[in-house]
């Protein structure tokens, strides 16, 4: 018949006892000091509230992002010579220094501090917080080093804002007075292009349309003037006037009686009429005094009227053909202008806008010097933590315990597994169908020196095997405090 699983495992507890026990002390000796010797560390956290009292955007224009900036800040504070400074100002790591290069110092350190940033809205202008932790090997460091980061986090904020601030103006004050003197530039060349074209500018063109209609009338005259002096003088020429431009009566007589005999005949009443006409004005005429040096007169006078009128005309001819060059070339003068002037008003809005950006910063200057932008303030500073943080003994001491059975019967239930012999007449019966006669139980011997002497050994090795294992979690466990963040780091 089989053997019941509980004399299987009655069995292999009574072959497998020694070497489960070996495994369990073995890893007791390794777990229970990582549990003993790790060290203690003390966890302190200081909170540093960054507010932005009332601060218009124009002020957030002319510095950087809030996050960018702390980020400077936080690589700044990492800084080798920041932590060196630290280190040696409070005496951290006492143990490590001397023994270990300051470098593993400051990445043991790095991995100790932990800065998270946080922001919430609570209906009031974005409140941003800086949550500043440290795990150290004792409570006065662990509190001492987050309040001194955080005070550094303040001064630096201020500097950096500051700096930033003054930076931007003094930019922007180089940048208006370079805009200002490109304005003037763009000014200067407009100003001049102005004076060299005036007459041609388009605002002109219908000042000198209703000019040009007007001088062209006074030429009309002109011209009328000057044809009815030339037509005076070829009545003059002919006799048929009078030394003041009035017709002969005489002249008239003769002509207007050529005209009528020439229709009727010398008894005509018209005729006669015209013959004592006639001759009453030859009797006139011989009885008044020749008026020759009138004739002359106004011979003279009509010459100097027209040379004067043929002189206007030339001045108006000549303002003519300028205000029609005007008024041609005004097309081609609009273009050049509004090209000028495009470059002016670009010049302009560029010069209003440097100005605007330089005004915001010198806003943004005075608020910094009077504190008005962001409030940075140490809101929780860290306190001396009055127990540990971590490790959590009694834990590791659960698991080292937990791991020692486990190990102890694994060992057992391994070595069982790979052992082919057979230990009961149940399990030579589970092999073979051959029928068992008879089993013979196991007789021990007498104890001899050489089973004593090597019972003896065995102990010794087990002891020092033990107490190596103990001696390497020793020393790995000792100042770990990497360890224990890996054992601990749900609770830190």
């Not at 003088?233 to 002969?248: E, I, N, Y």
């Amino acid at each position: 018949m089989r053997d019941s699983a509980f004399e299987v495992v009655l069995g292999i507890l009574g072959r497998r006892k020694w070497l489960g026990f070996i495994a369990f002390v073995a890893t007791l000796s390794l777990g229970v000091p990582f549990a003993v010797f790790l060290p203690n560390v003390y966890r302190g956290v200081a909170t540093v509230s960054i507010e932005n009292l009332e601060a218009s955007d124009l002020v957030r224009l002319n510095v950087p992002e809030l996050e960018a900036r702390l980020i400077t800040i936080q690589q700044e504070l990492l800084s080798r010579a920041r932590l060196s400074d630290l280190v040696m100002r409070l005496n951290l790591y006492p143990g490590l220094r001397g023994r270990v290069p300051m470098e593993s110092i400051l990445s043991s350190m790095r991995r100790d501090i932990h800065i998270e940033l946080f922001r919430g809205d609570r209906g009031r202008p974005t409140t941003t917080g800086i949550k500043i932790s440290y795990i150290g090997l004792d409570a006065k460091s662990a509190a001492a080093v987050p309040n001194t980061l955080a005070a550094l986090y303040v001064t630096e904020n201020t500097k950096i804002r500051e700096r930033q601030t003054t930076d931007m103006a003094q930019f922007l004050r180089a940048q208006v007075e370079s805009a200002r003197r490109a304005l003037e530039i763009q000014q200067r060349r407009l100003d001049r292009f102005k004076e060299e074209r005036a007459g041609q500018l388009p605002e002109q063109v219908s000042l000198n349309m209703i000019t040009l209609e007007r001088l062209n009338t006074r030429l009309r005259l002109n011209t009328n003037d000057q044809l009815r002096i030339r037509e005076l003088q070829d009545r003059l020429g002919a006799g048929l006037t009078t030394a003041d431009g009035g017709v002969d009566p005489l002249l008239a007589a003769k002509r207007r009686l050529a005209d009528l005999q020439a229709k009727y005949t010398d008894k005509h009443p018209d005729v006669i009429r015209t013959r004592a006409e006639i001759a009453e004005l030859e009797r006139q005429r011989k009885a008044t005094p020749p008026a020759a040096p009138e004739h002359t007169v106004g011979v003279g006078s009509s010459e100097a009227a027209l040379v004067s009128l043929q002189s206007e005309e030339k001045m108006l001819r000549s303002e003519i053909a300028q205000y029609e060059e005007r008024i041609q070339a005004a097309p081609k003068v609009e273009q050049d202008l509004e090209a000028l002037q495009r470059d002016y008003n670009v010049t302009r809005e560029s010069y209003g806008s440097i100005l605007k950006r330089y005004e915001e910063a010198q806003l943004a200057e005075s608020l910094e010097q009077t504190k008005m932008t962001e409030s940075f303030r140490i809101l929780d500073a860290a306190i001396v933590p009055s127990f540990p943080a971590a490790p959590n003994r009694v834990r590791l001491l659960l698991l080292a315990l937990f791991f020692a059975v486990a190990a102890s019967i694994g060992t057992m239930l391994l070595t069982e597994h790979l052992d082919t012999s057979f230990h009961s007449v149940g399990e030579l019966r589970q092999f073979t169908t051959v029928p068992v006669l008879a089993s013979i139980p196991y007789v021990p011997s007498p104890t001899s020196f050489s089973s004593i002497v090597r019972v003896a050994l065995t102990v010794v090795g087990v002891a020092a095997m033990c107490v190596m294992l103990a001696g390497f979690a020793y020393k790995t466990a000792r100042h770990n405090t990497q360890l224990v963040w890996m054992l601990s780091a749900p609770q830190l």
